[in-house]
């Protein structure tokens, strides 16, 4: 196999972002705690897109001109859009995820605290509405990710705190 790896970039995308990237180009967000990375891609056209959500809904915001890359409801719209644009086909997207950790342990069983798993939903509700399959998923837990995603590949690589790392 030729090593190609010399035009490879790596594309980072932070906390409350998003972006989209073709192959060869390498999509990646690290300090994914409660926070969700989706990744929605087209297989065939190796186009994908990431995003880094860190809350569930929009509604949570009390300003009129929010970061809309932040919430799970309007992040993944803005990221389907951005995936066509590009020349991802709507019919072929498919996505996965990783995150939604549990990172604090509370004793109240308050829904508040639960940010990891409702960010967890909120996601899946999203793709479910745009009818966008989950092909694999990595979420849940105590432990934060780091995660990067290959167009060429379509394998999502998912490093955690002292963990090996696994692909999905």
Same mark, same amino acid.
């Given at each position: 196999?030729?090593?190609?790896?010399?035009?490879?970039?790596?594309?980072?995308?932070?906390?409350?972002?998003?972006?989209?990237?073709?192959?060869?180009?390498?999509?990646?967000?690290?300090?994914?705690?409660?926070?969700?990375?989706?990744?929605?891609?087209?297989?065939?056209?190796?186009i994908?897109?990431?995003?880094?959500v860190?809350?569930?809904?929009?509604?949570?915001?009390?300003?009129?001109?929010?970061?809309?890359?932040?919430?799970?409801?309007?992040?993944?719209?803005?990221?389907?859009?951005?995936?066509?644009?590009?020349?991802?086909?709507?019919?072929?997207?498919?996505?996965?995820?990783?995150?939604?950790?549990?990172?604090?342990?509370?004793?109240s069983?308050?829904?508040i605290?639960?940010?990891?798993?409702?960010?967890?939903?909120?996601? @899946?509700?999203?793709?479910?509405?745009?009818?966008?399959?989950?092909?694999?998923?990595?979420?849940?837990?105590?432990?934060?990710?780091?995660?990067?995603?290959?167009? @060429?590949?379509?394998?999502?690589?998912?490093?955690?705190?002292?963990? @090996? @790392?696994?692909?999905?």
């Open positions: 196999m030729a090593m190609k790896n010399e035009s490879k970039k790596i594309i980072k995308v932070g906390i409350a972002d998003l972006n989209v990237v073709k192959a060869p180009d390498i999509i990646r967000t690290s300090g994914l705690g409660s926070c969700v990375g989706v990744v929605i891609y087209d297989a065939t056209k190796e994908a897109g990431m995003s880094h860190l809350l569930p809904d929009s509604k949570l915001a009390k300003q009129t001109n929010f970061n809309k890359y932040k919430y799970a409801d309007t992040a993944i719209p803005v990221l389907i859009e951005k995936l066509i644009k590009m020349g991802a086909r709507k019919f072929a997207l498919q996505a996965k995820m990783a995150g939604g950790a549990q990172m604090f342990q509370f004793s069983g308050s829904d605290m639960r940010i990891g798993p409702r960010n967890v939903e909120a996601v @899946e509700r999203k793709l479910q509405e745009y009818r966008i399959p989950i092909i694999s998923s990595d979420t849940g837990g105590h432990i934060g990710r780091t995660i990067e995603f290959d167009p @060429e590949t379509c394998k999502l690589k998912i490093r955690k705190v002292n963990k @090996e @790392e696994i692909y999905i």
